[in-house]
């Protein structure tokens, strides 16, 4: 059964930081695209954050180019989205997806057959 459990959020004041840890199981997650996502209240839930098997290819949304970074453990299944000088704006629920079978990275939601619960980020000003 293909699992993803999604960890590391909390309640941080603005510029401080996080890091988020996705943890895989149950699939071929070692060669898939790994992403991240958000929700904040009341939008739509939007791309925020993608990586490639080798880690090798990344792709950020705008808002969040030279405060976060994505990585990646093959050996343990796991990415992790490092989130530095966090804003109000970053609050929302994070969540991690996985394209299994597919090695090309993708900003849309629907290219992504699997995901995780999802983890609140707050952000107080």
């Known amino acids: 059964q293909v699992q993803l459990v999604a960890s590391g959020g909390g309640l941080v004041q603005a510029g401080g930081s996080l890091r988020l840890s996705c943890a895989a199981s149950?699939?071929?997650?070692?060669?898939?695209?790994r992403g991240w996502f958000r929700q904040a209240p009341g939008k739509a839930r939007e791309f925020v954050a993608a990586?490639?098997?080798?880690?090798?290819?990344?792709d950020y949304i705008d808002s969040v180019k030279g405060r976060f970074t994505i990585s990646r453990e093959n050996g343990k299944n796991t990415v992790y989205l490092q989130m530095n000088s966090l804003k109000p704006e970053d609050t929302a629920v994070y969540y991690c997806?996985?394209?299994?079978?597919?090695?090309?990275?993708?900003?849309?939601?629907?290219?992504?057959?699997?995901w995780g619960q999802g983890t609140q980020v707050t952000v107080s000003s």
């Open positions: 997806a996985a394209r299994l079978g597919y090695a090309t990275i993708s900003r849309h939601e629907y290219e992504y057959n699997s």
């Open positions: 149950g699939g071929i997650f070692s060669t898939s695209v």
């Open positions: 990586i490639n098997w080798r880690g090798g290819d990344i």
